[in-house]
């Protein structure tokens, strides 16, 4: 059952952009947020950027002033803008859901990732 699907990802030039697409199948309880995961091979999945319900966000270091995480909430679609890319970027890229049951249990979700490589 898919309820999260990526897309967007390619193959871009040191310095190009992409944007990726988050689209959310199903409709939650209740989000708590939303946000973009990396993992390249042999390494640990990292988050990259997050937003939350409320409209907060926050980025790991190494994205700062490159990235930007948005949603469009009409869509039920979440996005990752990416510029000025590094082949340091290369890694599939994850769309993950954090929800709340009507109990307050927590749970998360996740696509089946898209890639992004970053190369001459």
């Known amino acids: 059952q898919v309820q999260l699907v990526e897309s967007g990802g390619g193959l871009v030039q040191p310095g190009g952009s992409l944007r990726l697409s988050c689209a959310v199948s199903?409709?939650?309880?209740?989000?708590?947020?939303m946000g973009w995961y990396r993992q390249a091979p042999g390494k640990q999945r990292e988050l990259v950027a997050i937003?939350?319900?409320?409209?907060?966000?926050n980025y790991t270091d190494s994205v700062k002033g490159r990235f930007t995480i948005s949603r469009d909430n009409t869509k039920n679609t979440l996005y990752l803008q990416m510029s000025s890319l590094k082949p340091e970027d290369t890694a599939v890229y994850y769309c993950?859901?954090?929800?709340?049951?009507?109990?307050?249990?927590?749970?998360?979700?996740w696509g089946q990732g898209t890639q992004v490589t970053v190369s001459s």
């Open positions: 937003l939350t319900t409320g409209g907060s966000t």
């Open positions: 993950n859901v954090e929800t709340s049951g009507w109990r307050g249990q927590k749970y998360n979700y």
């Open positions: 199903r409709t939650f309880f209740r989000i708590n947020a």
